[in-house]
């Protein structure tokens, strides 16, 4: 990269014209967990390495539209605002349940926040929800709203037997965008560094994504990342160390772990966010809900750097500095530490059942 | 024979180069090769690949790499023997170069393996099998040397563990190759609790897939660019062999018969015997295959090739120092461009260039690829000039 190059990036961060930040937020994560010994037992006779310890699964009644709303419902109840004044409500996933149908209107209905509000899904693979908050950032940072509803929730499909299948998850988050002064957390500015890497997809009418292997490593998710976050180091003048917390998405547990090494980051600054080990890997929720745990215990005045990573492939970094307004807020929801406490244990058959696995070819 | 001689070398690292394309790798490869070679330019283009036309879907290599070379015009083909392709083109090469029709050979041994997911590479390169009778019954390189490491260590009560000396030896000289794939050495503790690939093959036993491109640029001393700046290689003997293709269909699998004979004629050639030798840059895509090129070119007798990795032998200050610059194991393997980096790292060793890895006064090289199990044998002698 040339220095001008460089110019160029810098002035390619978001910052908005208002201050704008969390108003209130929400996870959820269904209750059931799948041991990824479980996985290796069926598939590999208990021979290999394991990417994590278990994730979690979804029930019969859960899909992204209802998981959404208990995270929506959560965030309401931390912001204290009426849902009628959120003018977007839109939810990002790789699992919405309907093809064509939104998912987003179902939330926005069951929320109580139509029909004056804008409401569509968005898509990008694991960073769906945080472009949902990046748009929401734009939406409130120019004033043509006042609050705004990012979410990122998947039911996240693997191929039975294959690598993803010890690790996705189900889960995610939701986050209330609003002025400035009113935030538990300043989004201070966002950068995102996108280009053409087809490291993981899948195609109309696949039940199951594909994916290119060691290829989604180097090439996809460590370029995105560290690139993303260093362009945000630069853009905003600051050092790992200037933050208390930071959070990536968590494909499995050592991808954030070296991410965060190559970022600079010490173990102790990415634990607290670092769920993959006991929830799976959320897609679309992954980075988010991992922001949740750290809002849960933040102190005001501690900065945190988030960077997502969707296939196909960007990150989007976000600098975010707590504020007075988080005192009291976490109570006011179920915490994240909470519904990952909340578990029941199944096995390979069970979650076949729940997962609509068992089909005749 | 008309002294053919090594006048450049050239090579890209080894490993997963996911921005560089196979006509980039061979150019770069190539490039570097004729700048070593003081500016000579090649007449003709011998290229040793075997995937290209599965992984990459891209045949014609010659013309397409002559031309992205800027050398358009000249001879340029594609030499295929599986694992031994570049070798193969390399002794192509000598034999157009001997022969007075050609003045310059550009040899090029290109492969770039992860264009595609790795059971498609596997399944690619079992294709250097007996598509009928042992690749589309399930069977994979892979899994055909584990078989014959079983056979091998059953017959020969070789303890577990036994074969471990081989890639334990060519990680160790690896440390010192900039171009190599891995650079670490390998604990012995380490080795043996590495996960099973196919049993008794573990991870180390396996040599990892990778791309590269290396390149050598053969002609006659006396078109030499004046001042040619390097100590002067040749390529004293060059011998290929065929075994037979299905490993089922040998009286004893045991026995890498072509390996035998062309490090026979090769040596014959240049007048020497194998002892001779100052290195041998042996085809160490699994381990068995180390232990049984050994015994083939005759420095154990069968059953005992395993033991020259347990005294030191084999090490860079051994009797006969192997896979110097870290070998398949270690260096990295690009599938049939391989042999064009086994013949550029004995050209290090033979001109002193060799850095950490250099082995003390080496005025001969042995060096051997092979396709498969030794189904295509090809070897050659360097030595100094």
New interface residues.
Partial sequence: MTENDHDHEHARVLKTEHPVGIVGYGAYVPRYRLPAREVARIWTDGTGGLPIEEKSVPGLDEDVATMSIEAARNALARAQINPRELRAVWVGSESHPYAVKPTSTIVAEAIGAVPSTQAADWEFACKAGTEAMVAAMGFVGSQMARYALAIGMDTAQGRPGDALEYTAGAGGAAFIIGPGEESLAEIESSYSFVTDTPDFWRRQYAKYPEHGQRFTGEPAYFKHITSAGEAMFEATNTKPEDYAYAVFHQPNTKFPQRAGQMLGFKPEQIETGLLVPRIGNTYSGAAIIGLTAILDIAEPGERIMMVSFGSGAGSDAMVLRVTDKIVGKPQLATTTEEYIARRTEIDYAEYVRMRGKLTMK | MTKVVIAGIGQTPVN?Q??VSLRELGLQAMEAAMQDAGGLRPTALYVGNMLAGTLSRQAHLGALLADFAGLTGIEAATIEAAGASAAMALRVGTLAVASGMVDAAMVLGVEKL?DQ??AQVESALAMGSDTDYEAEQGLTLTAQAAMLAQRYMHEYKIPEHGLGGFPLTAHANGVHNPNAMFRKAVKPETYAKA??VSAPLNMFDVAPNADGAAALLLTREDLLPSGFPHPLVEIAGSSAVTDTLALHDRPDPLTFNAARLSVERACAQAGILPKDVDLFELFDAFSIYSVLSMEAAGFSLKGEGWKLAQNGAISLTGEMPIATLGGLKARGFPGGATGAYQAVEAVLQLRGQAGGAQVKDAKIALVQSLGGPASTAVTHVLRVA
Avoid: A, F, K, Q
């Fill in positions: 997963e996911w921005e992860s997911v790795p996960g099973m």
